[in-house]
Every structure is written in structure tokens, then in C-alpha cells.
């Protein structure tokens, strides 16, 4: 069961913020939180932004420093909220963020769908399901001019990278979370949940806590209740660590994929086939195939057969890429279909 977030002195955020100067403190903290974020970011004044809010503390600390910054910044707001159906009572987080939204002014769009008979249906995890289910729910109520927010924070971000690390990601799966990817954008991502929530209790704003978090068996729980503070035992900074090697990583990424672009532009024939016969180094070459054959990428061991039989002396060799997707080689030159 979820349950809203216990405070003290404040107990469940059931009193209204004291005037105190510590209290004004506080509430500036989330809207200086997300102000710096917006800053970074480039989210103009008068922006439509929707904000996603789960209920959670990350996501109550997006919705009221937003709702405190969003007169001085001419902001049009509106909360969404997507009920998974995962617990028996997961109704009661749509109830409380539709009530939180109300005490703010705040229209909320809410909607509910069935996780794990979407899950089946769609043969993804159901973690994998849900994130699907709530980008699309997102992107079908945000208005065509709104900006889509989330509540990620800098320690989703190192959680993803050492996450991705351990399955063996290149440099994309270690960048972390990027702070905008279309009209998706992420104002907390350079912000410490432990300082988010911190905040909220200061002023008494209620959340809920998904009992969930705490399950052992998502590999993502693991790397958050285990994994990381056994490495900030080793460097107290690791979060920090692990964000300035994601920047160095995105960095190195976004310049291989530029070579990339060039090298396969130079490579294209006027009929479509692309010129192997003197193969790039296999780094760039992994990169020109998978940009050529676009989204989604093939498995590493369909992509690394591709290059091997690009590469090799073997001419009329086929290779299945996934999604009914293949390519062919003939003397060193690859045909994608």
C-alpha cells in the first residue's frame, strides 16, 4: 500500500507551510531547483509545460516549485498522471495527485491502464511497458505547443548509468538520462533527491511512496538500495563521478556519430548499396551500420555478424537485422533491405 510521505515536525504535509523563515527557504528551493534546470534548459517565459507527476516526493517537488515559479516565468500548466493498475490501491495516487493539482489551480489529465496485461500483449518487461504506456499517454495530452516535463533526477541519471554499465552498454546506454530528448524535458536533473525531499518536509508538502521502490527484484532497486551506497562508501562524490563521466560519454558519443554520418555519406552508392571494400576501423564501423539500418538498432551479435561478413572474403551472405529487416553482401558491398 502507498502511503503519504510522514514528516517531522510535520506530520503527512497535513498543515499548511509555516511563515517561517526557514519554511520560505524551503519553498524557494524547489523553485530555485527548478528554475535552474528551466534556465539550462532554454524553456522560454509563457512556455506550456505539462508536468508528469506521479505523486511521489521527486515528482510533488516538480509540481509545486513549478507552481511557485510559474508566475514569474508566464508558465501555462497542467498535471498528468497515469495510474498503472499495478496495486490494488494505486487509484488512491491518482486521487491524491488530482487534489494536489486542484489546491495549486491546476487542470490534471488522469488516465489508468493495465500494466501487466499490456506488457503481455506487447512481450516487454512490465518496467519496460510502463515507461511506454506513460510517454504515450504524455504525448496524447500535452498540447501540440506544450514542453513535457518529468521529475528525473541526478540520481536517476547515475542509477542508469551504472545500470547500463553493467549490462555491457557502449557509450549511448552510459550517458544517463538527457536533459531534453524531443519535447521531453527533465528541469531536476542536476538536483539530489535526498535535497528535493528534504525540502518538501520543510514545508510540509505531502507525497506518496510506491512500496515497489523498495522491491529487491527490479534491477533498478538493486543498483539504488545496494550497489550505490556500497560505492559512495568508496568515494562519497560518486554520483557526481558518475554524472561527469555520462557528460564525457555523451560528448565522445555525439562526435562518433557525427564521423559517422560523414563516413556513411561517403560510402552511399547511387544505388543504395554501401562500399566496404576498404572497412573503417570496427568502432566506427559498428556506428556507421547501425546508423544506416536506423531505429531500433540491431543486437550487437547480428550488427558484429554484419561487419564480419562485410569484411570478409565471402560474397552472397545474408544477414537477418530483426523486425524483418536483412542485409546482403556481394564483394564488399552491403545492401540493406
Same mark, same amino acid.
Given at each position: 500500500?502507498?502511503?503519504?510521505?510522514?514528516?517531522?515536525?510535520?506530520?503527512?504535509?497535513?498543515?499548511?507551510?509555516?511563515?517561517?523563515?526557514?519554511?520560505?527557504?524551503?519553498?524557494?528551493?524547489?523553485?530555485?531547483?527548478?528554475?535552474?534546470?528551466?534556465?539550462?534548459?532554454?524553456?522560454?517565459?509563457?512556455?506550456?509545460?505539462?508536468?508528469?507527476?506521479?505523486?511521489?516526493?521527486?515528482?510533488?517537488?516538480?509540481?509545486?516549485?513549478?507552481?511557485?515559479?510559474?508566475?514569474?516565468?508566464?508558465?501555462?500548466?497542467?498535471?498528468?498522471?497515469?495510474?498503472?493498475?499495478?496495486?490494488?490501491?494505486?487509484?488512491?495516487?491518482?486521487?491524491?495527485?488530482?487534489?494536489?493539482?486542484?489546491?495549486?489551480?491546476?487542470?490534471?489529465?488522469?488516465?489508468?491502464?493495465?500494466?501487466?496485461?499490456?506488457?503481455?500483449?506487447?512481450?516487454?518487461?512490465?518496467?519496460?511497458?510502463?515507461?511506454?504506456?506513460?510517454?504515450?499517454?504524455?504525448?496524447?495530452?500535452?498540447?501540440?505547443?506544450?514542453?513535457?516535463?518529468?521529475?528525473?533526477?541526478?540520481?536517476?541519471?547515475?542509477?542508469?548509468?551504472?545500470?547500463?554499465?553493467?549490462?555491457?552498454?557502449?557509450?549511448?546506454?552510459?550517458?544517463?538520462?538527457?536533459?531534453?530528448?524531443?519535447?521531453?524535458?527533465?528541469?531536476?536533473?542536476?538536483?539530489?533527491?535526498?535535497?528535493?525531499?528534504?525540502?518538501?518536509?520543510?514545508?510540509?508538502?505531502?507525497?506518496?511512496?510506491?512500496?515497489?521502490?523498495?522491491? *529487491?527484484?527490479? /534491477?533498478?532497486?538493486?543498483? %539504488?538500495?545496494? +550497489?550505490?551506497?556500497? &560505492?559512495? =562508501?568508496?568515494?562519497? !562524490?560518486? $554520483?557526481?563521478?558518475?554524472?561527469?563521466?555520462?557528460?564525457?560519454?555523451?560528448?565522445?558519443?555525439?562526435?562518433?556519430?557525427?564521423?559517422?554520418?560523414?563516413?556513411?555519406?561517403?560510402?552511399?552508392?547511387?544505388?543504395?548499396?554501401?562500399?566496404?571494400?576498404?572497412?573503417?576501423?570496427?568502432?566506427?564501423?559498428?556506428?556507421?551500420?547501425?546508423?544506416?539500418?536506423?531505429?531500433?538498432?540491431?543486437?550487437?551479435?547480428?550488427?558484429?555478424? *554484419?561487419?564480419? /561478413?562485410?569484411?570478409?572474403? %565471402?560474397?552472397? +551472405?545474408?544477414?537477418? &537485422?530483426? =523486425?524483418?529487416?536483412? !542485409?546482403? $553482401?556481394?564483394?564488399?558491398?552491403?545492401?540493406?533491405?
Amino acid at each position: 500500500m502507498a502511503e503519504q510521505g510522514t514528516h517531522k515536525p510535520l506530520v503527512g504535509g497535513s498543515n499548511p507551510p509555516s511563515a517561517t523563515t526557514s519554511s520560505h527557504e524551503e519553498s524557494s528551493a524547489l523553485a530555485g531547483a527548478v528554475a535552474r534546470g528551466a534556465d539550462a534548459l532554454g524553456i522560454p517565459d509563457g512556455q506550456h509545460l505539462l508536468l508528469a507527476v506521479s505523486g511521489g516526493p521527486d515528482s510533488m517537488a516538480l509540481l509545486h516549485g513549478a507552481a511557485r515559479l510559474g508566475p514569474e516565468r508566464g508558465w501555462r500548466l497542467t498535471v498528468a498522471h497515469l495510474d498503472h493498475a499495478l496495486r490494488a490501491d494505486s487509484a488512491r495516487d491518482a486521487e491524491f495527485v488530482a487534489a494536489g493539482a486542484a489546491g495549486l489551480g491546476l487542470a490534471c489529465e488522469l488516465r489508468r491502464t493495465d500494466v501487466t496485461a499490456l506488457a503481455a500483449t506487447e512481450g516487454r518487461s512490465v518496467e519496460d511497458a510502463a515507461r511506454q504506456a506513460r510517454y504515450r499517454f504524455f504525448e496524447e495530452v500535452a498540447a501540440p505547443d506544450a514542453l513535457i516535463a518529468t521529475a528525473h533526477t541526478a540520481d536517476d541519471s547515475a542509477e542508469t548509468v551504472v545500470l547500463n554499465l553493467v549490462r555491457g552498454s557502449g557509450l549511448a546506454g552510459v550517458s544517463g538520462i538527457p536533459a531534453r530528448r524531443g519535447r521531453i524535458v527533465r528541469p531536476l536533473l542536476q538536483a539530489r533527491r535526498e535535497e528535493l525531499r528534504r525540502a518538501l518536509d520543510a514545508q510540509g508538502i505531502a507525497y506518496r511512496i510506491d512500496p515497489s521502490n523498495a522491491d *529487491l527484484s527490479y /534491477a533498478r532497486n538493486r543498483i %539504488r538500495h545496494e +550497489v550505490l551506497p556500497a &560505492l559512495e =562508501r568508496v568515494n562519497p !562524490a560518486c $554520483v557526481e563521478a558518475l554524472l561527469r563521466f555520462a557528460r564525457l560519454a555523451r560528448d565522445d558519443d555525439e562526435l562518433l556519430d557525427q564521423l559517422a554520418s560523414t563516413e556513411l555519406e561517403r560510402r552511399r552508392a547511387p544505388d543504395g548499396t554501401i562500399d566496404w571494400r576498404e572497412p573503417p576501423g570496427r568502432a566506427l564501423g559498428r556506428r556507421v551500420m547501425r546508423l544506416a539500418i536506423g531505429d531500433p538498432a540491431p543486437s550487437a551479435e547480428r550488427l558484429e555478424a *554484419l561487419l564480419d /561478413a562485410a569484411e570478409g572474403e %565471402r560474397g552472397g +551472405v545474408s544477414i537477418e &537485422l530483426g =523486425r524483418r529487416r536483412s !542485409a546482403s $553482401v556481394h564483394r564488399r558491398r552491403v545492401q540493406l533491405h
